[in-house]
């Protein structure tokens, strides 16, 4: 089960650390992704790592800005979110497998375990 944490209410221009944990385990061997949804709208892809090659992906939208990393054990995966927008708001979710190839890594329907999500409010 994926815990994620770390949102809230920030002031545009300012910046938030996402940070998404593995109850009763680690990240190794798996792909990790977060991705981010408004009402309304699909769920976006963000950013994504695949721990053991230690290789990162991110959205055009936040290259950049926003920097995807993991601590040394591989229990918690982290999004480092710097020069937040409005645009930037929306409830955040990571999500976690072990079979996501790499053509795959953007859609949500290639993770099958998912977090509850963190909402990020910035406001202008």
């Known amino acids: 089960q994926l815990q994620a944490s770390g949102g809230g209410l920030v002031q545009a221009g300012g910046s938030l650390r996402l940070s998404c944990t593995a109850s009763g385990g680690t990240f190794a061997g798996y792909t990790v992704g977060w991705f981010r949804q408004i009402p309304g709208k699909e769920r976006e892809f963000i950013a994504g790592?695949?721990?053991?090659?230690?290789?990162?992906y991110y959205a055009d939208s936040v290259k950049g800005r926003f920097t995807i990393s993991r601590d040394n054990a591989k229990t918690t995966v982290y999004l480092q979110m710097n020069s937040l927008n409005p645009e930037d708001t929306a409830r955040y979710y990571c999500?976690?497998?072990?079979?996501?190839?790499?053509?795959?890594?953007?859609?949500?329907?290639?993770?099958?375990?998912w977090g509850q999500g963190t909402l990020v409010t910035v406001s202008s």
């Open positions: 790592t695949k721990l053991n090659a230690g290789s990162t």
């Open positions: 999500a976690a497998d072990r079979h996501v190839i790499l053509s795959n890594i953007r859609s949500p329907r290639a993770y099958d375990n």
